[in-house]
């Protein structure tokens, strides 16, 4: 009992992480119809820039901020100069670009930062909690917390706001967005911003755990990215919970099969999603009008 | 006093001269229809106008102001409003949503205030669902407001996209082929809606492939063949025109 407790409570920490990256992706597919494989490059970013600004002195709840907005605003610098130039390409040679972006930022990093593993102290020190015989991190706190934390701030900006509600109209039908006099580039814009910074937020709670290193955030983009196929491409609700899904399929694998096998259990699901289940388990069916 | 004029606009796409020097303006209140054959150039001619095309010649003057190849969004805010012949709606959206979003320049709250539900916006949004109940009522779709959008009629979606185009309180309102694929009632609903619409002193222009509608709701009307503008004028003299005749039945050497 205690066995599968602990499965599942790592399980979920590690949904938690795939679910924010879920959301990346969620949040950009809407805005532009682009699946962006960068988004892993951005929870890589979170955790790097996070160690190097601390290491430089920075004090760590300063480094993880610089590291969130650095990220966001690199976030607008790749829609800026990789994405809005090409836009009125097809939408398969703009996810190739985000490729490319994605080869290109791992790349830099590994220039500007260096090629080895790298942490920094957990937030709340390394003391686990004990809960019916399983242990939990206060640091795996730290990342289900802002997960929910992210998903409540996103629910209440979407339902709430003008802005939010811009950005869902403009997901639901672009040119009639623009007609009501919605400045749709600026909606592209914000919606990389948010994606990087909350890839950047999910490297920063996450690296304590799981280290990291110029090059995971290509495991991390396929993982997001089952996790939204999983749930819907598009839909909020399903990263979440396909995220969530696959980190405890994760956990459970790990616990009772094998760890070795526990990457190939997300890409079962890919494989198991896009053969029977192509909207995933919240997507919508797609029909135009003409 | 011309709101909207028209001057000298033309677009070639790889050789071909799609409009050619085409220029005409529209009043307040006056609804000017563009009408011509099939591949005359219309709504080439309403994609350079409305901002969805870069004219290769000519202006688009709104209220004085120079707005060639403005983008749609920017358009809007300056009071020049579409319609798309087919569709351009929030699907997925219920139809009183689909309105409301026409209000969205005219909210402008803070991210924080909406945020903590202030009072200030709720009051805004609570005057933004009013005004729209009040439009669907106009156009008579009040009973559908809670429906999503996907499930209405040909016609009432046609209806709806106007009433979310007049939200924006437009004071040009282009109109493409607003009765296409309506049957005669819907068309004629349509007919009353735009008649209404420009007597509130709204500059209409319409192309619509319905002559009967366009002889009788038109105060102005321009004709185009090959792209290019062959006569103008109001409906009786119009169709009389032996020009515009003769591009119709396409006996253009019979017409010399």
Redesign the interface.
């Known amino acids: 009992m205690s066995e599968l407790l602990q499965f599942l409570l790592s399980g979920v920490t590690v949904g938690a992480v795939y679910a924010l990256v879920a959301l990346g992706f969620t949040i950009i597919y809407n805005a532009s119809d682009v699946v962006n494989f960068a988004q892993g490059e951005f929870v890589m970013l979170g955790g790097m820039i996070t160690v190097f600004a601390h290491a430089a002195g920075a004090p760590l709840p300063l480094a993880a901020l610089a590291a969130v907005v650095a990220t966001a605003g690199l976030g607008v610098a790749m829609n800026k100069l990789a994405i809005e130039p090409a836009r009125g390409a097809p939408v398969v040679s703009l996810v190739i670009i985000t490729i490319g972006a994605s080869i290109f930022i791992r790349g830099a990093a590994q220039l500007v930062f260096d090629k080895q593993i790298h942490s920094f102290p957990a937030f709340s020190g390394d003391d686990p909690f004990r809960i019916l015989g399983a242990t939990i991190l206060p640091q795996s706190l730290w990342v289900i917390g802002g997960a929910v934390a992210v998903f409540i701030g996103l629910w209440l900006f979407f339902t709430r706001t003008l802005l939010g509600r811009a950005v869902l109209a403009t997901s639901n039908n672009r040119l009639a967005a623009q007609l009501v006099g919605i400045n749709t580039p600026f909606v592209m814009t914000l919606s990389f911003a948010l994606s990087a910074g909350i890839g950047a937020l999910a490297g920063v709670l996450v690296t304590p755990i799981t280290m990291t290193s110029y090059d995971v955030g290509l495991a991390l983009a396929l993982k997001g990215f089952a996790a939204a196929m999983l749930g819907g491409m598009g839909n909020p609700k399903g990263a979440l919970v396909g995220g969530l899904c696959l980190g405890l399929l994760e956990g459970l694998t790990a616990g009772y099969i094998s760890s070795q096998y526990k990457d190939a259990a997300a890409f079962i699901v890919i494989l198991a999603v896009l053969f029977f289940l192509p909207q995933g388990l919240f997507g919508r069916k797609s029909t135009d009008r003409v | 006093m011309t709101l909207l004029s028209i001057e000298g606009l033309g677009i070639s796409f790889g050789g071909v001269r799609a409009v050619h020097d085409v220029s005409f303006g529209v009043r307040p209140g006056e609804i000017v229809s563009v009408i011509g054959p099939n591949g005359a150039g219309k709504t080439t001619l309403f994609n350079m106008i409305s901002g969805v095309y870069q004219p290769g010649a000519g202006k688009v003057v709104l209220e004085g102001e120079d707005v060639t190849a403005m983008?749609?969004?920017l358009l809007?805010?300056r009071g020049m409003?579409?319609?798309?012949q087919?569709?351009?709606?929030?699907?997925?959206?219920t139809v009183l949503e689909n309105v409301i979003?026409?209000y969205?320049?005219q909210?402008?709250?803070s991210?924080l205030a909406?945020?903590l539900?202030l009072p200030a916006?709720r009051r805004r949004a609570r005057a933004a669902e009013e005004g729209a109940r009040a439009l669907l009522g106009r156009v008579g779709l009040e009973r559908a407001a809670e429906r999503e959008a996907?499930s209405l009629s040909?016609g009432s979606?046609k209806r709806l996209e106007i009433a979310?185009?007049m939200?924006?309180k437009p004071k040009v309102l282009l109109l493409d082929e607003p009765a296409a694929g309506c049957n005669a009632v819907e068309t004629e609903e349509i007919d009353h809606l735009i008649a209404e619409i420009a007597a509130s002193g709204v500059a209409i222009l319409l192309v619509e492939h319905d002559m009967k509608m366009v002889m009788r709701i038109s105060n102005h009307i321009v004709v185009l063949d090959h792209g290019e503008k062959i006569a103008e004028g109001d409906p009786a003299s119009v169709s009389r025109n032996p020009a515009v005749i003769a591009a119709y039945l396409g006996a253009e050497d019979a017409a010399g």
């Open positions: 983008s749609p969004h809007a805010r409003c579409r319609t798309f087919n569709l351009q709606v929030f699907q997925t959206m979003s026409g969205h320049l909210e402008s709250g991210v909406d945020l539900n916006s996907g040909y979606l979310r185009a939200a924006l």
